[in-house]
């Protein structure tokens, strides 16, 4: 009798374990005609939840998800609109899905196709993002190939700039333009950078240090712009490079260090690379006044200082070799707006059903709001 009775309780739990078990589904349905996997919904519901603990208050624990769901963050922060965070996190999941679904169906249109190193360059990157948050991924539900095909997705919009902006494309942008724009709203530098630390023992500069190397790396500036030639690009950075280039040793001598190299480089920068780069107060301002030719040295980080001289990008590259760049540099977020657009116009046939069955709740979050 008691074998029985073990055998029955065993039997009942089964049958509830079993009714209360539900599976993912393989789809949620289609944006237009791109189909939607769930691996690809809970990709977007994840990054949606991040884009909202990226908003949370420093009283507000994005790693207590239930909780965090329920409470209320500002999403403009110039409107000051808010609004609860499973409402963003909806909102958010929708138009990344939309958006993923106009990549796609853009693409298709234009006849792009994905070279294979980009293919290579893509499944490569994602072996590397599940070797680092493979544990993170999986626990959310987001295996390999959803982030290989989100991979893909991001190189197709990066060709859609080319596609849609480029010479050849829907809506090509003239050379004036982009000219124009190059050398208006991005920045050439050549560049020198000096760590605020000794190379060797990572002593950080103190205040006093960091006002010295300063003021030395600013005198070496202004025995640049007393030589300086006033109209060739190539015997500024020789005057620039003769200039700075033995005041280096002086100024690193400060933290009895030495300096790590003595060779200019250059870089083109955008805007949005400036702000992110230069982040102490009014370095980034000092660097975007700079007229071709202007020299200038700033602490630019609290780790590092830089001694920069802005040049004509034309006179560094020719137009071709950057044009990719300031596409992406001058249309990407008009890209951005149209895909936006494009991808809740197309036709809806997404499963309710399906995806109450991966609710926000069931996100797995360890990081925390710092």
């Given at each position: 009798m008691k074998?029985?009775?073990?055998a029955l309780l065993c039997a009942l739990a089964?049958?509830?374990?079993?009714?209360?078990?539900?599976?993912t589904p393989d789809t949620v349905g289609t944006i237009g005609n791109v189909e939607i996997t769930s691996g690809l919904y809970l990709l977007a519901q994840f990054d949606a939840y991040q884009k909202a603990a990226d908003k949370a208050s420093d009283d507000q624990d994005a790693s207590d998800v239930k909780s965090f769901l329920k409470a209320t963050i500002t999403t403009d922060e110039d409107s000051g609109e808010t609004a609860t965070v499973s409402d963003y996190v909806s909102q958010e999941t929708m138009k990344n899905l939309e958006t993923f679904a106009a990549i796609e169906t853009r693409f298709e249109e234009l006849g792009g196709q994905l070279t294979a190193d980009e293919e290579s360059q893509a499944d490569s990157y994602?072996?590397?993002?599940?070797?680092q948050y493979g544990d993170t991924y999986k626990a959310n539900g987001i295996g390999l190939e959803t982030v290989k095909r989100f991979e893909r997705i991001l190189l197709k919009s990066n060709d859609l700039v080319t596609l849609i902006y480029g010479t050849d494309g829907e809506t090509p942008v003239s050379d004036e333009e982009l000219s124009s724009y190059l050398q208006s709203d991005m920045v050439e530098l050549a560049y020198y950078v000096v760590p605020l630390y000794n190379s060797s023992t990572y002593a950080f500069a103190d205040d006093d240090q960091k006002a010295e190397m300063l003021s030395l790396a600013q005198d070496a500036v202004a025995d640049y712009t007393a030589a300086a030639p006033a109209d060739s690009t190539s015997l500024q950075m020789n005057a620039f490079a003769a200039a700075v280039s033995p005041a280096l040793s002086g100024i690193c001598a400060v933290l009895d260090d030495t300096p790590s190299s003595t060779t200019a480089q250059t870089e083109l920068l955008s805007s949005s690379t400036i702000d992110s780069t230069f982040t102490q107060e009014g370095s980034a301002d000092t660097i975007r006044s700079l007229s071709f030719g202007q020299a200038?040295?700033?602490?630019?980080?609290?780790?590092?200082m830089m001694i920069a001289l802005r040049v004509d990008p034309l006179d560094v590259s020719s137009l071709d070799d950057v044009r990719a760049q300031v596409l992406t540099d001058m249309k990407s977020e008009e890209l951005q707006d149209a895909l936006e657009q494009y991808g809740a116009q197309l036709p809806h046939n997404l499963s309710t059903s399906a995806m109450n069955k991966m609710p926000a709740k069931k996100i797995v979050n360890n990081s925390t709001n710092s």
């Amino acid at each position: 009798m008691k074998k029985r009775i073990l055998a029955l309780l065993c039997a009942l739990a089964l049958a509830v374990s079993l009714a209360g078990c539900v599976s993912t589904p393989d789809t949620v349905g289609t944006i237009g005609n791109v189909e939607i996997t769930s691996g690809l919904y809970l990709l977007a519901q994840f990054d949606a939840y991040q884009k909202a603990a990226d908003k949370a208050s420093d009283d507000q624990d994005a790693s207590d998800v239930k909780s965090f769901l329920k409470a209320t963050i500002t999403t403009d922060e110039d409107s000051g609109e808010t609004a609860t965070v499973s409402d963003y996190v909806s909102q958010e999941t929708m138009k990344n899905l939309e958006t993923f679904a106009a990549i796609e169906t853009r693409f298709e249109e234009l006849g792009g196709q994905l070279t294979a190193d980009e293919e290579s360059q893509a499944d490569s990157y994602a072996s590397q993002l599940m070797d680092q948050y493979g544990d993170t991924y999986k626990a959310n539900g987001i295996g390999l190939e959803t982030v290989k095909r989100f991979e893909r997705i991001l190189l197709k919009s990066n060709d859609l700039v080319t596609l849609i902006y480029g010479t050849d494309g829907e809506t090509p942008v003239s050379d004036e333009e982009l000219s124009s724009y190059l050398q208006s709203d991005m920045v050439e530098l050549a560049y020198y950078v000096v760590p605020l630390y000794n190379s060797s023992t990572y002593a950080f500069a103190d205040d006093d240090q960091k006002a010295e190397m300063l003021s030395l790396a600013q005198d070496a500036v202004a025995d640049y712009t007393a030589a300086a030639p006033a109209d060739s690009t190539s015997l500024q950075m020789n005057a620039f490079a003769a200039a700075v280039s033995p005041a280096l040793s002086g100024i690193c001598a400060v933290l009895d260090d030495t300096p790590s190299s003595t060779t200019a480089q250059t870089e083109l920068l955008s805007s949005s690379t400036i702000d992110s780069t230069f982040t102490q107060e009014g370095s980034a301002d000092t660097i975007r006044s700079l007229s071709f030719g202007q020299a200038a040295a700033v602490q630019y980080s609290s780790y590092a200082m830089m001694i920069a001289l802005r040049v004509d990008p034309l006179d560094v590259s020719s137009l071709d070799d950057v044009r990719a760049q300031v596409l992406t540099d001058m249309k990407s977020e008009e890209l951005q707006d149209a895909l936006e657009q494009y991808g809740a116009q197309l036709p809806h046939n997404l499963s309710t059903s399906a995806m109450n069955k991966m609710p926000a709740k069931k996100i797995v979050n360890n990081s925390t709001n710092s």
